[in-house]
C-alpha cells in the first residue's frame, strides 16, 4: 500500500495532504510532492473502486447504511454512505464497496448493487440487512424472493423499544433477548409466540412491529448453530463506521475509510463458526402463526 497513506488519512485536499506530508518529513513540502501523493492516492482509489470481484469466493453480505457526522468548510454536516461487507468461504471479512449515495432509497440501493453485480460479483448464499425496505426491494429485484435475508437483530430491537413507553423497555427487551438468544431453533420459535401473544395484549405495536419482519428476522435459525452470533445483525459495518469515526474527521468518507483498510490501520476478523460456512443453508421450518 502507498506509504503515505497513513499519514495522509486526515487530508481531504491539497492543504490537508500538504500538512500531513510536512508532519511525515519534518519540513516543508514542495507543492509537486504534494500533487504527486494525492494523484497516487486518488488512482489507486479510483482502481479499487472499478476492481473485477469476480473471482472473489463471496458467500456472505453483509449490507447496511451508516449516517458518518464531519465538518465541511467548517460547518457540521451528516453524510449518508452505503457499505458492503463479504464474507470469504474461508471467513475472513472484505470491504465490497462503500458510496456516498445521499440516502437509503430502493433507487440508491439498486445503483449500489448494480454496480457489484456489473464487476462481477456473484450471487451470495446469505445476505445480511439493517431491515431498510429499500435496500430489501432492490435485493429482490436483482437475486430474487428466494435470497437467504436476514433482517439485523439490533435493529429490529430498537424499532420495538421505539413502539413502547420508556418503563415497558427493560421487560421489552429480556424478552426479546430470551427469544433471539435461544438455543435452539425450536426454542426460539416458541419464545417468538410467547413474546407475540403477550405483547398483543401489553401493546400492539410491538407486537406488530415483530410481525412485520416475518421469518426473515429469524434466518440465521436456518444455519449452523455455530454461525448464529455473526449471522444475526450488520454489527460488521457499524464496528468499522465506530472505528473510522474515532479516527478520521474528513469530508472524503468513502476514500479515507478505504485507506484507513489498506494501510491495515482497521481490520476485520474472521466471522464466528467460519468453519461450517460450506454447509448448505436449511429450508425455512418455523411456525410464525401464533
Known amino acids: 500500500m502507498f506509504p503515505v497513506v497513513p499519514s495522509c488519512r486526515a487530508a481531504t485536499g491539497l492543504r490537508r495532504v500538504k500538512r500531513a506530508l510536512s508532519g511525515l518529513f519534518q519540513g516543508a513540502v514542495g507543492k509537486d510532492v504534494v500533487s504527486r501523493a494525492w494523484l497516487k492516492v486518488k488512482v489507486d482509489w479510483d482502481a479499487w473502486c472499478a476492481r473485477n470481484l469476480a473471482d472473489e469466493d463471496i458467500v ?8 458518518i457526522k464531519t465538518r465541511l468548510d467548517r460547518k457540521a ?29 430502493k433507487a440508491a440501493w439498486g445503483q449500489f448493487l448494480a454496480d457489484l453485480d456489473a464487476r462481477g460479483l456473484k450471487r451470495p448464499e446469505f445476505v445480511i440487512i439493517d431491515g431498510a425496505s429499500g435496500l430489501e426491494a432492490a435485493l429482490v429485484a436483482l437475486w430474487g424472493e428466494d435470497l437467504a435475508v436476514q433482517r439485523c437483530t439490533v435493529h ?10 420508556n418503563t415497558m423497555h427493560d421487560e421489552l427487551t429480556e424478552d426479546y433477548r430470551d427469544m433471539i438468544y435461544a438455543d435452539t431453533a425450536a426454542e426460539v420459535e416458541k419464545r417468538r409466540k410467547a413474546f407475540l401473544r403477550k405483547w398483543r395484549l401489553k401493546y400492539k405495536a410491538v407486537a406488530d412491529s415483530l410481525e412485520e419482519a416475518g421469518d426473515r428476522l429469524l434466518t440465521f435459525t436456518r444455519l449452523d448453530p455455530s454461525q448464529w452470533k455473526s449471522a444475526r445483525t450488520t454489527n460488521a459495518i457499524e464496528r468499522l463506521n465506530e472505528e473510522f469515526r474515532r479516527r478520521v474527521k474528513t469530508q ?29 443453508i436449511e429450508p425455512i ?4 402463526v401464533a
Open 77 to 105: 454536516m451528516s453524510i449518508s454512505v452505503l457499505a458492503a461487507i463479504g464474507v470469504r468461504r474461508d471467513g475472513q471479512k472484505v470491504l465490497l464497496s462503500i458510496m456516498n449515495m445521499g440516502g437509503e432509497s
Open 252 to 280: 472524503t468518507v468513502p476514500m479515507l475509510l478505504w485507506a484507513l483498510m489498506a494501510s491495515g490501520q482497521i481490520q476485520m476478523r474472521k466471522v464466528d463458526g467460519w468453519e461450517a460456512l460450506d454447509q448448505s
Open 156 to 165: 429490529k430491537h430498537h424499532n420495538l423499544l421505539g413502539h413502547a413507553r
Open 60 to 67: 456472505r453480505h453483509i449490507l447496511d447504511g451508516a449516517v
Open 285 to 288: 421450518t418455523l411456525d410464525l
